[in-house]
């Protein structure tokens, strides 16, 4: 499988050349997993910031869990950006990844 990078996400790409629908918490973890890499911090790191705990930010990334609307504020401010930049992050490849 191959990810299509735009912008910070994502699109995959099975060997088929297939398109793969991915979900909205898929879309996010991925995007929680780029932000939080490109500021050179480890899950534990994150998590520590965001008063959470390390298993609960690799569910987030793996997509295998909905964060409320709490959890994206102290995620978003511990990646010292504003909870709408780290949703406008999502929003446009969103768009294309549910448009057939």
């Known amino acids: 499988m ?3 990078v735009r912008g910070l996400i994502v699109t995959c790409i099975l060997p088929s ?3 793969v629908k991915l979900s909205n918490e898929d879309l996010f973890g991925i995007v929680v997993r780029q932000l939080r ?3 050179g ?3 534990e790191k994150l998590a ?3 008063e959470l705990d390390r298993t609960y930010i690799s569910l987030i990334e793996r997509g295998l869990r909905q964060p409320t609307l709490k959890t994206i ?3 978003a401010f511990s990646l010292q950006i504003t909870p709408s930049e780290l949703i406008h992050h999502i929003e446009g490849d969103w768009n294309e990844t549910t448009t057939d």
Do not use: G, W, Y
């Open 2 to 4: 191959q990810t299509i």
């Open 17 to 19: 050349v297939k398109r």
């Open 37 to 39: 890499t490109q500021k």
């Open 41 to 43: 911090l480890s899950q």
């Open 48 to 50: 520590d910031l965001c």
């Open 73 to 75: 504020f102290r995620i």
